[in-house]
C-alpha cells in the first residue's frame, strides 16, 4: 500500500477563505495533514519561534539554499525571501502526512515543477460582491487597499482553470469535507482502488 502523503498547493484570491479552510481542515484531521513552515530571511516577530512559525535565515544562507535547490518555491518581498524548505516537506510526505501550502499561483506551479503527484486546489468566493464583502468586514485593508485586491482576484481567478479543483467557498465546513474528500479521491485512484 502507497502511503506517501499528497502535497497540497491551495490559492485563491485575499478573502476566499484559504486559511480559515486550511486551520479547520488541520483542526479535523491532525493526523491527516500537516501545514507547510516556510522559511524567511527576515527577522523574529514578537514570540515567533524558528522551525514553529518559520525557520529563520539569514540571507545568505537563504541564498544558498536557493543555489542548492533547496527550496521548492520561493519569492523576494521587500528585501526578504521567503520560501518552502524541500526537506521539511518531503519528510512529511514520506510519512504519509499530507503537505498544505497555502500559496499565491506562482509559487504553486513552481511547486508542481518540482514534485509529482501534487494536487493544485483553487477556493474561490461565491461571487466578487461577496468577496468584497469578507475583505470589508475583516477590517484588515483600507478601501483602496480593497479595490487592490478585488482587482488582483478577478486576474487571479482566471487561473483557476489551471489547477487540478476549484471550490467555491459558500460554507466553510462543507468546503473543508470537499477538499478532505479531493484528497481521498485522489489517493485512492493513485494506489488503483478507483
Known sequence: MNKTGFLLVVSG??????????????KKYPDEYALSISATSREPRGNEQDGVEYFFKTIEEFEEMIAADLL??????????????RKWVEEKLEEGINVILEIDYQGGFQVSSKIPNVLKIFIMPPDLEELKNR???RGTE???????????????????????YTIINVDVEKSVEILHNIVSYEKNKLMGEI
Do not use: F
Open 13 to 26: 484570491p485575499s478573502g476566499a477563505g484559504k486559511g480559515t479552510i486550511c486551520n479547520a481542515l488541520l
Open 72 to 85: 521548492l518555491e520561493h519569492a523576494r518581498y521587500v528585501d526578504n525571501y521567503y520560501g518552502t524548505p
Open 135 to 137: 475583505l470589508v468586514l
Open 142 to 164: 483600507t478601501e483602496e487597499q480593497i479595490i487592490m485586491r478585488l482587482k488582483k482576484a478577478e486576474e487571479e481567478i482566471k487561473i483557476a482553470e489551471q489547477y487540478d
